[in-house]
Protein backbone atom coordinates (compact mmCIF):
# COMPACT_ATOMS: atom_id res chain seq x y z
CA UNK A 1 0.00 0.00 0.00
CA UNK A 2 1.20 3.70 -0.54
CA UNK A 3 0.45 6.58 1.91
CA UNK A 4 1.14 10.14 1.00
CA UNK A 5 0.29 13.05 2.68
CA UNK A 6 0.74 16.31 3.13
CA UNK A 7 -0.22 19.24 5.68
CA UNK A 8 -3.09 21.69 4.18
CA UNK A 9 -4.27 25.29 5.35
CA UNK A 10 -3.56 27.81 8.01
CA UNK A 11 -3.81 24.53 10.49
CA UNK A 12 -1.34 22.41 8.83
CA UNK A 13 -3.90 19.65 8.83
CA UNK A 14 -2.53 16.71 7.76
CA UNK A 15 -4.43 15.15 4.20
CA UNK A 16 -3.65 11.17 3.45
CA UNK A 17 -4.15 9.95 0.37
CA UNK A 18 -4.14 6.10 0.18
CA UNK A 19 -3.96 2.91 -2.45
CA UNK A 20 -2.80 -0.54 -2.92
CA UNK A 21 -0.05 -0.97 -4.77
CA UNK A 22 -0.57 -0.81 -8.87
CA UNK A 23 -4.26 0.33 -8.26
CA UNK A 24 -5.59 3.56 -9.63
CA UNK A 25 -8.82 3.88 -6.76
CA UNK A 26 -7.56 5.87 -3.89
CA UNK A 27 -8.94 7.07 -0.60
CA UNK A 28 -8.60 10.58 1.21
CA UNK A 29 -8.21 11.08 5.00
CA UNK A 30 -9.04 14.04 5.77
CA UNK A 31 -9.03 17.24 2.94
CA UNK A 32 -8.72 20.13 5.04
CA UNK A 33 -8.58 23.89 3.97
CA UNK A 34 -6.73 24.62 0.77
CA UNK A 35 -5.97 20.86 -0.21
CA UNK A 36 -7.81 20.17 -3.14
CA UNK A 37 -4.85 21.92 -5.32
CA UNK A 38 -1.81 19.46 -3.76
CA UNK A 39 -4.76 16.78 -3.93
CA UNK A 40 -4.84 17.16 -7.59
CA UNK A 41 -1.12 17.27 -8.26
CA UNK A 42 -1.04 14.04 -6.04
CA UNK A 43 -3.72 12.04 -8.25
CA UNK A 44 -1.63 13.54 -11.65
CA UNK A 45 1.75 12.78 -10.32
CA UNK A 46 0.37 8.92 -9.36
CA UNK A 47 -2.30 8.28 -11.55
CA UNK A 48 -4.71 8.25 -8.92
CA UNK A 49 -9.12 8.57 -9.11
CA UNK A 50 -10.18 9.02 -5.35
CA UNK A 51 -13.39 6.57 -4.46
CA UNK A 52 -13.96 8.26 -1.00
CA UNK A 53 -13.37 10.85 1.41
CA UNK A 54 -12.78 9.45 5.14
CA UNK A 55 -13.34 11.88 7.81
CA UNK A 56 -11.40 10.72 11.55
CA UNK A 57 -13.91 14.17 12.93
CA UNK A 58 -16.03 17.01 12.18
CA UNK A 59 -13.49 19.72 12.70
CA UNK A 60 -13.47 22.44 9.75
CA UNK A 61 -9.72 21.75 9.40
CA UNK A 62 -10.07 18.32 8.34
CA UNK A 63 -13.65 18.74 6.52
CA UNK A 64 -13.14 21.92 4.52
CA UNK A 65 -12.25 20.71 1.13
CA UNK A 66 -14.72 17.32 1.53
CA UNK A 67 -17.58 18.50 0.01
CA UNK A 68 -15.81 19.98 -3.16
CA UNK A 69 -13.59 17.05 -3.67
CA UNK A 70 -16.58 14.82 -3.24
CA UNK A 71 -18.89 16.47 -5.55
CA UNK A 72 -16.35 17.06 -8.00
CA UNK A 73 -15.72 13.09 -8.33
CA UNK A 74 -18.90 11.97 -7.51
CA UNK A 75 -17.68 9.90 -4.20
CA UNK A 76 -18.84 9.74 -1.09
CA UNK A 77 -17.78 11.33 2.42
CA UNK A 78 -17.48 8.61 5.87
CA UNK A 79 -18.17 10.57 8.66
CA UNK A 80 -19.36 9.48 12.61
CA UNK A 81 -23.46 10.80 12.75
CA UNK A 82 -22.44 12.76 15.56
CA UNK A 83 -20.24 14.88 14.21
CA UNK A 84 -22.34 14.86 10.55
CA UNK A 85 -23.95 18.34 11.71
CA UNK A 86 -20.56 20.17 11.21
CA UNK A 87 -20.60 19.28 7.66
CA UNK A 88 -23.11 21.98 7.11
CA UNK A 89 -22.37 23.67 10.06
CA UNK A 90 -18.80 24.11 10.98
CA UNK A 91 -19.14 26.86 13.84
CA UNK A 92 -21.10 24.52 15.68
CA UNK A 93 -17.74 22.45 16.55
CA UNK A 94 -15.83 25.67 17.25
CA UNK A 95 -17.34 27.64 19.13
CA UNK A 96 -18.36 31.30 18.54
CA UNK A 97 -14.93 32.77 19.45
CA UNK A 98 -13.47 30.72 16.92
CA UNK A 99 -16.08 31.09 14.07
CA UNK A 100 -15.22 34.75 13.65
CA UNK A 101 -13.32 33.63 10.45
CA UNK A 102 -15.71 31.98 8.53
CA UNK A 103 -18.53 34.52 9.10
CA UNK A 104 -19.96 35.11 5.61
CA UNK A 105 -18.84 31.70 4.43
CA UNK A 106 -21.64 28.96 3.25
CA UNK A 107 -20.88 25.05 3.80
CA UNK A 108 -22.86 21.93 2.52
CA UNK A 109 -22.84 18.78 2.97
CA UNK A 110 -21.49 16.58 -0.10
CA UNK A 111 -23.83 14.65 -1.92
CA UNK A 112 -23.33 11.66 -0.70
CA UNK A 113 -22.55 11.20 3.30
CA UNK A 114 -21.92 7.89 4.79
CA UNK A 115 -22.31 7.19 8.47
CA UNK A 116 -19.23 5.58 9.97
CA UNK A 117 -20.57 3.26 13.39
CA UNK A 118 -18.09 2.09 16.12
CA UNK A 119 -16.43 -1.35 14.44
CA UNK A 120 -17.18 -0.94 11.18
CA UNK A 121 -15.20 -2.65 8.50
CA UNK A 122 -15.01 -1.06 5.04
CA UNK A 123 -13.33 -2.11 2.29
CA UNK A 124 -12.67 1.22 0.00
CA UNK A 125 -10.60 1.11 -3.43
CA UNK A 126 -9.25 -2.64 -2.05
CA UNK A 127 -8.38 -1.53 1.31
CA UNK A 128 -9.79 -2.52 4.58
CA UNK A 129 -10.41 0.08 6.85
CA UNK A 130 -11.19 -0.42 10.41
CA UNK A 131 -13.48 2.07 12.36
CA UNK A 132 -13.57 2.57 16.28
CA UNK A 133 -15.27 5.18 17.89
CA UNK A 134 -12.90 7.70 19.77
CA UNK A 135 -15.05 10.03 21.46
CA UNK A 136 -13.38 12.85 23.26
CA UNK A 137 -12.05 15.33 20.63
CA UNK A 138 -15.54 15.61 19.12
CA UNK A 139 -18.29 13.73 20.04
CA UNK A 140 -17.82 12.14 16.91
CA UNK A 141 -14.09 11.35 16.69
CA UNK A 142 -13.00 7.59 14.65
CA UNK A 143 -10.00 5.99 14.55
CA UNK A 144 -9.04 4.22 10.99
CA UNK A 145 -6.82 1.32 11.11
CA UNK A 146 -5.47 -0.76 8.24
CA UNK A 147 -2.64 -2.75 7.38
CA UNK A 148 0.18 -2.92 5.53
CA UNK A 149 3.29 -5.60 4.15
CA UNK A 150 7.12 -4.50 5.07
CA UNK A 151 9.68 -6.65 4.68
CA UNK A 152 9.72 -7.84 8.52
CA UNK A 153 5.63 -8.72 8.14
CA UNK A 154 2.78 -7.05 8.44
CA UNK A 155 2.53 -3.82 10.25
CA UNK A 156 -0.85 -2.16 11.35
CA UNK A 157 -0.99 1.88 10.38
CA UNK A 158 -3.88 3.46 12.27
CA UNK A 159 -5.03 7.37 11.56
CA UNK A 160 -5.61 8.84 14.81
CA UNK A 161 -7.08 12.12 13.42
CA UNK A 162 -6.96 14.83 16.45
CA UNK A 163 -7.02 12.05 19.26
CA UNK A 164 -3.20 11.12 19.61
CA UNK A 165 -0.48 12.52 18.45
CA UNK A 166 3.39 12.40 18.67
CA UNK A 167 4.31 13.47 22.12
CA UNK A 168 0.22 14.80 23.07
CA UNK A 169 -3.30 14.82 22.69
CA UNK A 170 -5.85 16.13 21.21
CA UNK A 171 -7.59 19.23 22.74
CA UNK A 172 -11.22 18.71 24.77
CA UNK A 173 -12.18 22.36 24.78
CA UNK A 174 -14.24 22.98 22.22
CA UNK A 175 -17.99 22.04 21.95
CA UNK A 176 -18.43 17.84 22.20
CA UNK A 177 -15.01 17.80 24.08
CA UNK A 178 -14.51 15.58 27.26
CA UNK A 179 -10.67 15.58 28.49
CA UNK A 180 -11.72 12.53 30.24
CA UNK A 181 -13.89 10.59 27.50
CA UNK A 182 -10.68 11.57 25.50
CA UNK A 183 -8.26 9.80 27.36
CA UNK A 184 -10.69 6.46 27.55
CA UNK A 185 -10.40 6.65 23.89
CA UNK A 186 -6.84 6.87 23.88
CA UNK A 187 -6.80 3.72 26.42
CA UNK A 188 -9.73 1.63 24.62
CA UNK A 189 -8.99 2.10 20.93
CA UNK A 190 -5.30 2.62 21.00
CA UNK A 191 -2.80 1.62 23.57
CA UNK A 192 -4.51 -1.63 22.91
CA UNK A 193 -2.85 -1.45 19.77
CA UNK A 194 0.62 -3.35 19.49
CA UNK A 195 3.48 -0.99 20.14
CA UNK A 196 4.63 -1.52 16.88
CA UNK A 197 1.64 0.24 15.39
CA UNK A 198 2.30 3.44 13.24
CA UNK A 199 0.49 5.97 14.21
CA UNK A 200 -0.39 9.09 11.33
CA UNK A 201 -2.13 11.86 13.39
CA UNK A 202 -4.20 14.77 12.12
CA UNK A 203 -1.24 17.13 12.80
CA UNK A 204 2.27 16.90 13.49
CA UNK A 205 4.20 14.27 12.55
CA UNK A 206 4.51 10.28 12.52
CA UNK A 207 5.12 8.26 15.01
CA UNK A 208 4.21 4.57 16.84
CA UNK A 209 1.94 3.24 19.70
CA UNK A 210 4.90 1.94 21.69
CA UNK A 211 6.60 5.49 21.64
CA UNK A 212 3.70 7.07 23.00
CA UNK A 213 3.27 4.18 25.43
CA UNK A 214 6.26 5.45 26.96
CA UNK A 215 7.16 8.62 26.74
CA UNK A 216 3.59 10.59 25.90
CA UNK A 217 3.27 12.80 29.27
CA UNK A 218 -0.42 12.38 28.74
CA UNK A 219 -0.74 9.25 28.67
CA UNK A 220 1.29 8.40 32.06
Same mark, same amino acid.
Given at each position: ????????????????????????????? $?????? #???????????????? +??? #??????????????????????????? =??????? $?? +?????????????????? =?????????????? =???????????????????????????????????????????????????????????????????? #???????????????????????????? #??
Amino acid at each position: MRVMGFPAGMFQTNCYVIARDGERNCVVI $DPGQDA #LPALRSVFEEHELAPV +AVV #LTHGHLDHMWSAQPLCDEHGIPAFIHA =EDRGMLS $DP +ASGIGPQLSGFIQGMEFI =EPGTVKDIQDGDVI =ELAGIELRFAHAPGHTKGSVIARTQVDTDAGPRDIVFSGDTLFAGGIGRSDLPGGDADQLLRSIRETL #LVLDDGTTVLPGHGGATTIGHERATNPF #LR
